[in-house]
C-alpha cells in the first residue's frame, strides 16, 4: 500500500510540471518589480522554436556571460515631468539610445497599465536635447491580452507621436502579433517550470518628419518568449530578426539569480587621439573606437582646467575636438555606456603640451598669444597679467580697439592687416608680430 502511495505521489507531481497553464494579469510585472536576468552566449544547441503541446525544452547548457535587470518604475520615479499618468502607471526602460547625429533621442521608457482583459503599453517618454518628452500611444501596444492559452491568436496596432522640436517629429508605428505556440515545461540553469511558448512578431517603422520629408526607419523583430505563473517575467526569451522563415537571434536572456556578472553586450571602452603631443593653440582630433555599440560618452581630462572644446563639441560627443590653453601633460579618461551597463578607459599622458610653435626662438616666442594668424580673438599666455597694446605697420596706436577679457583679447573691431602687440610678462615687455585675417 505505501509503495502505492508513493507512486501516485511521483505520478502526481510529474503531471504538475507538464500540465498546461494560462497566463493572465496577475502574472504581469508590477511596479517597483526589480528581476534579474543573464544573458547567454548565443547558441546553435537549443532549440527553443521547437513547438506543440506538452513539449520540454532542455536549456540547461546555456552559458551566462552577463546579467542584467527589469526594473519597473514608477512614473514620477522615472521623471517627474511623467507624472501626469498617474500613480497606477509605471515604466521599463525599452532602450538606451534610437537614431544618430541629429535625430538621437535618448533613455527610452514605455509605460504600462495591467488590466483583467490585458496589459498594455498606454505612453511613452524619451529625452531629446536633453529634455524628457512624454506622449500617450493614440493607439495602445496591447503586450498581452488574456487569458492566454494553447493555441491563442492575436494581434493589434499601436502608434505614439513625438514634437521633438519646430522642426522635427516623431511616430512611432506598427502591428503585433502574439501566437501561444507551445505548452509544457522549460528547464534553465535557474529552474525548471511549467510554461507557455508565445512568438511575437513586431513590425515597426519609425518616421522623422521634417520640412524637407520624411525618414523612414523599419525596426522589426521576433521574439520567443517562455511565460510561466511563477515568474513575473519571461523564464526564456529570444529575439532576433526573421528574414525568409530563417531565424537570426540577437539575444538570448533567462530569469535568474545574482551571479556578479557584468553584461556582454556592455561596451568595451577606447579611444584613439590623432597626435600624442603639440602646442598651445593646436586642434587634438579624439575618435572612439569602443566596441559593443556605445550610445553615450563623457570625456574627462585631468587636470580639468586650461582645455576647451571646440569645433561644436562637448564632453558628452562621441568624436570630440579639443584646443589646450597652457602647457603641460594631461589623462584622458572615456566612459562609454549603452542599454546594458557601461565601461571605462584612462589613458595617462595622452596628451603633451608647450607653448608657443616648434621653434628655437627663445623667450617671445615661449610666451607668445595664439592663433596666428588669427580671426576675431587671440589668446594670451597665462604670464600675461598687465595691459597690452597694439601699433599697425604705420606706427599708429590700435591699442582702443582692443577688448579684453581675461586672458582672452578681442581683436574683432581691428580692420584686417598685419600689427605688433605689445605685453609685459613677467614684469618685462615683449613684442610680437600678430596677423588679423
Not at 109 to 134: H, M, Q, V
Not at 224 to 235: A, D
Not at 242 to 270: I, K, M
Not at 321 to 341: E, I, M, Q, Y
Request: with cysteine.
Amino acid at each position: 500500500m505505501k509503495r502505492i502511495f508513493t507512486l501516485l505521489a511521483v505520478y502526481m507531481l510529474l503531471s504538475n510540471l507538464s500540465a498546461q497553464i494560462t497566463i493572465g494579469t496577475s502574472h504581469m510585472p508590477k511596479s517597483n518589480d526589480t528581476l534579474r536576468y543573464s544573458e547567454a552566449a548565443l547558441t546553435s544547441s537549443v532549440d527553443y522554436r521547437k513547438s506543440g503541446a506538452s513539449q520540454t525544452w532542455d536549456f540547461r547548457s546555456l552559458q551566462p556571460n552577463g546579467q542584467g535587470l527589469y526594473e519597473y518604475k514608477s512614473a514620477v520615479q522615472v521623471n517627474p515631468a511623467y507624472l501626469f499618468w498617474g500613480l497606477t502607471t509605471y515604466g521599463l526602460k525599452i532602450a538606451d539610445s534610437i537614431g544618430f547625429g541629429t535625430f538621437q533621442i535618448r533613455n527610452v521608457y514605455d509605460f504600462y497599465r495591467n488590466s483583467s482583459s490585458k496589459f498594455t503599453a498606454e505612453g511613452r517618454g524619451l529625452t531629446f536635447s536633453g529634455f524628457p518628452i512624454p506622449s500617450d500611444y493614440s493607439d495602445p501596444d496591447e503586450i498581452y491580452q488574456f487569458p492566454l492559452e494553447f493555441g491563442d491568436r492575436d494581434s493589434s496596432r499601436f502608434k505614439v507621436r513625438f514634437q521633438l522640436s519646430t522642426f522635427f517629429t516623431l511616430v512611432q508605428e506598427g502591428y503585433r502579433i502574439n501566437e501561444v505556440t507551445g505548452w509544457g515545461t522549460i528547464r534553465t540553469p535557474y529552474g525548471d517550470f511549467n510554461c507557455l511558448q508565445v512568438k511575437t512578431r513586431i513590425v515597426e517603422v519609425d518616421t522623422v518628419i521634417t520640412s524637407f520629408g520624411r525618414i523612414p526607419v523599419p525596426r522589426n523583430q521576433v521574439q520567443y518568449k517562455f511565460l510561466s505563473t511563477s515568474e513575473r517575467m519571461p523564464i526564456f526569451e529570444a529575439s532576433g530578426t526573421e528574414v525568409g522563415g530563417n531565424f537570426t537571434p540577437q539575444f538570448l536572456r533567462y530569469r535568474d539569480q545574482y551571479r556578479g556578472l557584468q553584461s556582454a553586450l556592455r561596451p568595451r571602452a577606447s579611444f584613439r587621439v590623432s597626435k600624442s603631443s603639440g602646442f598651445v593653440g593646436d586642434t587634438f582630433n579624439i575618435t572612439d573606437a569602443s566596441t559593443n555599440v556605445p550610445t553615450g560618452w563623457n570625456w574627462q581630462f585631468t587636470p580639468s582646467a586650461g582645455v576647451r572644446f571646440v569645433g561644436g563639441t562637448t564632453a558628452t560627443s562621441r568624436n570630440p575636438r579639443v584646443v589646450f590653453n597652457d602647457r603641460g601633460s594631461w589623462n584622458l579618461k572615456l566612459t562609454a555606456n549603452n542599454f546594458f551597463g557601461a565601461d571605462d578607459t584612462t589613458v595617462n599622458n595622452a596628451i603633451t603640451i608647450a607653448w608657443g610653435t616648434n621653434t628655437a626662438d627663445a623667450e617671445t616666442e615661449t610666451y607668445a598669444p595664439f592663433p596666428i594668424p588669427a580671426h576675431d580673438r587671440i589668446y594670451l599666455h597665462p604670464h600675461v597679467t598687465g595691459a597690452v597694446r597694439m601699433w599697425d605697420m604705420q606706427g599708429r596706436d590700435c591699442s582702443a580697439m582692443l577688448r579684453r577679457d581675461g586672458q582672452t583679447l578681442w581683436i574683432d573691431a581691428l580692420p584686417a592687416g598685419n600689427y605688433l602687440l605689445e605685453a609685459v610678462v613677467n614684469g618685462a615687455a615683449q613684442r610680437w608680430r600678430l596677423v588679423r585675417e
